[in-house]
C-alpha cells in the first residue's frame, strides 16, 4: 500500500468515532499495515484489534506504547485519549445496520438465532455464550463455486445461575 493511502474519515463509519480512533485507522492506512500486522505487533488476534481501533475494545498502556511506535502516532495522545481514564461504549451504527456486510450478520442471527439457542441450550443447558470471553476467528475458504467467508465465534458457555 502506498506512504500517501489515506481512508474517508468524514463519511461512516469513521466520522462517528472520535478523533483518537480516526488517527488510528488514518496512521494504520499511512502506513499500509492490516489488522493481522498490528495484532502480531501486538500478540492479540486481528479481529480484536480492529474493534478496539472501533473502541469496541480497551488497549492496555502498554499496548498504546507499542502502537505509538507501529503507527508513529505520539505516546501522550493515546494515552491521553485511551488510557487508564477511558472505558469502550459498546455497539455501534443503527439497528438494523444499514451496511451490507454487518446486516448479513445481523440477518444471520435473525434468521438462525432461535435456532443456534436451542441447539446450544441442547449441548450446553440453560445459559448463554459469553461475548466477553469470546474469540472470533475470520478465514478465507475456497470453494469452486466462489470462495467462502469461514467465521467462527468461539465463546465461553455461562450457565444461568439459580438462587
Not at 19 to 47: M, S
Not at 99 to 119: C, F, N, Q, T, W
Request: charged share 25%; net charge neutral; glycine share 8%.
Amino acid at each position: 500500500m502506498s506512504q500517501a493511502a489515506t481512508i474517508p474519515t468524514n463519511s461512516a463509519p469513521y466520522a462517528e468515532l472520535p478523533a483518537i480512533n480516526q488517527q488510528l485507522f488514518e496512521a494504520k492506512a499511512k502506513k499500509g499495515l492490516t489488522f493481522d500486522a498490528l495484532a502480531k505487533e501486538l500478540g492479540k488476534d486481528e479481529v480484536w484489534v480492529a474493534s478496539a481501533f472501533y473502541g469496541q475494545a480497551k488497549f492496555t498502556a502498554e499496548e498504546l506504547q507499542k502502537l505509538s511506535q507501529v503507527l508513529g502516532i505520539d505516546q501522550s495522545s493515546l494515552s491521553g485519549a485511551l488510557g487508564e481514564h477511558w472505558w469502550p461504549y459498546r455497539g455501534l451504527g443503527p439497528t438494523p445496520p444499514s451496511d451490507p456486510v454487518i446486516y448479513r450478520l445481523y440477518e444471520g442471527v435473525m434468521v438462525y438465532g432461535h435456532s443456534i439457542k436451542a441447539v446450544i441450550h441442547e449441548k450446553f443447558g440453560d445459559g448463554i455464550m459469553s461475548m466477553i470471553d469470546c474469540k472470533v476467528n475470520i478465514e478465507k475458504k475456497p470453494d469452486p463455486k466462489g470462495d467462502r467467508v469461514l467465521l467462527t465465534f468461539d465463546g465461553k458457555f455461562l450457565p444461568y445461575s439459580k438462587w
